[in-house]
């Protein structure tokens, strides 16, 4: 490689700077991002088979849910937006010199991020009006969805420059080699505790309800702490498998004690959720909610200081 296509070096104190900034902006994004995916996710398959079974229940938690993770449009996605900048500008700085990402690289996201923010809002705006949802606000729902996966697909891919800057130089030859297994790895991590947090944020802010609402009631009640009691299990079980596969995957030189010992927290936090709902006294009670999600909040801060 020639020198001067090495990452331009960096002070040791703009190197600590940007560790902060982007660890902080990594722990904003990430979780935000992973559980309007989540809940996404759930709202559209809810929404679905209730309208094929005339199930009230699942299409009033399919709106619930929905609103939960997005906080009514305007509480988190802005704030996702508002932290991809920072993580883009943290990156290129580290990686720096003449074998920097093009801007363009980082701008596709932000754009498949953007646009998922508005289909997603299209469909909860359908979604308060009518049970009966037309296809097209369904579609775009779907839609919204998938551009969030891509988003945040990319975000890993382009992260993973950090793990593995030699790369680069083939990277801008050739777009293909952007591609690794170790992002991959981390991205299906990431989904597994996503889904968990969402169960967790079920837990939490959804189940109260009044029988005379449509669909809801006791029977709803129940619904809503299966359903989030079997995210955060199932998130739990997958995390703990995948954080072994992520240190597989990683480059050797990014292996250390210290990666170790921060990615051995992911599944004993785990093992704590599995703890709390299936083992403990009160198992299905919504009241766990507050600590499932402060758990995974900790699993999504291991992961982050990993990186």
């Known amino acids: 490689m020639n020198p001067q296509d090495l990452p331009s070096p960096l ?4 190197i600590l700077l940007l560790r902060y900034l982007l660890t902080a902006a990594l722990l904003l994004y990430l ?3 992973g559980i309007v995916i989540a809940g996404s996710a759930a709202s559209l ?6 309208r094929e079974n005339r199930d009230d229940g699942s299409l009033r938690l ?4 929905l609103e939960a993770v997005t906080m009514n449009r305007w509480g988190l996605l802005p704030l996702a937006l508002l932290a991809y900048p920072a993580i883009a500008y943290a990156c290129q700085r580290f990686l720096g010199g003449r074998t920097s990402l093009p801007p363009i690289a980082w701008l596709v996201p932000f754009g498949a991020l953007l646009a998922g923010c508005l289909l997603l809002s299209m469909y909860l705006s359908a979604i308060r009006r009518t049970t009966e949802l037309p296809a097209a606000p369904f579609g775009a729902g779907t839609a919204g969805l998938l551009a969030m996966l891509s988003a945040a697909f990319l975000s890993f891919l382009l992260l993973g420059t950090l793990v593995n800057p030699a790369k680069l130089p083939l990277i801008r030859s050739n777009l293909v080699f952007i591609l690794s297994w170790h992002a991959l790895v981390e991205f299906l991590l990431f989904l597994a505790l996503s889904f968990g947090l969402a169960g ?3 837990l939490r802010f959804l189940g109260r309800s009044k029988a005379e609402e449509a669909g809801g009631g006791p029977e709803y009640e129940a ?6 009691t079997s995210f955060a299990v199932a998130g739990a079980v997958a995390a703990s498998a995948l954080v072994v596969l992520y240190l597989i995957t990683l480059p050797v030189m990014g292996v250390s004690t210290e990666v170790f010992v921060m990615a051995a927290t992911v599944p004993i936090l785990a093992l704590a959720v599995f703890a709390l709902l299936c083992l403990l006294p009160g198992n299905g009670e919504a009241g766990p909610g ?3 999600s402060a758990l995974f909040i900790l699993m999504f801060l291991a992961v982050v200081l990993c990186d």
Do not use: E, K
């Open 11 to 14: 002070s040791p104190d703009t």
């Open 62 to 65: 399919s709106r619930d849910w």
């Open 223 to 228: 619904r809503v702490r299966s359903a989030g």
């Open 31 to 33: 979780p935000l991002l």
């Open 200 to 202: 967790g944020v079920a």
């Open 45 to 50: 398959v809810l929404n679905f088979f209730g």
């Open 290 to 292: 507050d600590r499932v």
